[in-house]
C-alpha cells in the first residue's frame, strides 16, 4: 500500500448519528415521519442522490436542490453545536500511517463545508495531503468515483489504495475501485454489512498499518 484513504463520518469522526438526525428532521418538514433504522441503509450516500430518491419514492412536489439545500444547512448547524471528538484511535492511527511515509486522503460523501468544519475542530487536517468531497462527482457511493478521485489527486494507483469506511455503500465503492478495504464496526453508524471488506475492525487501536503493507 502507498496511500490511506479515509471516509469522514463515522470513521474519523461519530457524525452518523447526527447525519440521521438531519435527514429524518429534514423529511419531517416535507411530511415524510420514519425513524433512523429507515435511513441507515443510506449512510455514505450523496444527500442529492438520497434526497432524488426520497422525493421520488414518497412522491413530494418539492425541487431537490431546495431539499438538498435544507439538509445541508440542517447538518450544519447541527455539527456546528454539538462537541465533537475524532473516534477512539484515529489519531493515533493517523500518526502511525504518516510515520511510514503513506500519503492520506479524505473522500467524503459530505460536501466541503463540513468537511472542513470537522477536521478543524477534530485538530487532524494538518494530517491529510488532499480532500475529495463526493459533490465533486457525477456519482456517489457505493459507486467509486469518489475514491478514484482521491486517488488521481494525490497520485496513488488505486490498487496501491487502502480505504477505511464504516458503511456498505462506502465498502462496496472502495472494492469496485479495485481498493483494499477496512471495514470499521461503528455502533453508531446502525446495521451496515461490511462483508465485502478485506478485514474488519471494531478498534483502530487494534489495527497495525505494517500488516497491510
Known amino acids: 500500500m502507498k496511500a490511506v484513504i479515509f471516509d469522514m463520518d463515522g470513521v474519523l469522526v461519530d457524525s452518523q448519528p447526527y447525519h440521521f438526525k438531519a435527514d429524518i428532521e429534514t423529511m419531517s418538514e416535507y411530511g415524510v415521519?420514519?425513524?433512523?433504522?429507515?435511513?441507515?441503509?443510506?449512510?455514505?450516500?450523496?444527500?442529492?442522490?438520497?434526497?432524488?430518491?426520497?422525493?421520488?419514492?414518497?412522491?413530494?412536489?418539492?425541487?431537490?436542490?431546495?431539499?438538498?439545500?435544507?439538509?445541508?444547512?440542517?447538518?450544519?448547524?447541527?455539527?456546528?453545536?454539538?462537541?465533537?471528538?475524532?473516534?477512539?484511535?484515529?489519531?493515533?492511527?493517523?500518526?502511525?500511517?504518516?510515520?511510514?511515509?503513506?500519503?492520506?486522503?479524505?473522500?467524503?460523501?459530505?460536501?466541503?463545508?463540513?468537511?472542513?468544519?470537522?477536521?478543524?475542530?477534530?485538530?487532524?487536517?494538518?494530517?491529510?495531503?488532499?480532500?475529495?468531497?463526493?459533490?465533486?462527482?457525477?456519482?456517489?457511493?457505493?459507486?467509486?468515483?469518489?475514491f478514484l478521485l482521491a486517488a488521481e489527486r494525490i497520485g496513488v494507483n488505486p490498487r496501491d489504495c487502502f480505504v477505511v469506511e464504516d458503511s456498505e455503500n462506502g465498502v462496496r465503492a472502495a472494492k469496485a475501485a479495485g481498493m483494499t478495504a477496512l471495514g470499521y464496526v461503528n455502533p453508531t453508524s446502525g446495521n451496515q454489512c461490511l462483508d465485502m471488506a478485506d478485514a474488519v475492525t471494531d478498534d483502530f487501536r487494534k489495527v497495525d498499518i505494517n500488516d497491510f503493507m
Do not use: C, H, W
Not at 415521519?33 to 413530494?60: C, H, N, P, W
Not at 468537511?115 to 488532499?130: M, V
Open 33 to 146: 415521519v420514519k425513524d433512523q433504522k429507515f435511513y441507515e441503509k443510506f449512510a455514505g450516500t450523496l444527500t442529492s442522490d438520497r434526497m432524488r430518491i426520497l422525493k421520488d419514492l414518497f412522491k413530494l412536489d418539492i425541487p431537490v436542490e431546495e431539499m438538498v439545500k435544507k439538509r445541508e444547512d440542517m447538518i450544519l448547524e447541527i455539527m456546528a453545536r454539538e462537541d465533537i471528538k475524532p473516534v477512539s484511535g484515529i489519531p493515533e492511527f493517523l500518526k502511525s500511517i504518516k510515520n511510514r511515509g503513506l500519503k492520506t486522503a479524505v473522500a467524503s460523501s459530505s460536501g466541503y463545508d463540513l468537511i472542513g468544519l470537522i477536521l478543524s475542530r477534530l485538530g487532524i487536517s494538518e494530517y491529510f495531503d488532499s480532500i475529495t468531497s463526493g459533490n465533486d462527482v457525477k456519482r456517489g457511493k457505493p459507486d467509486p468515483d469518489v
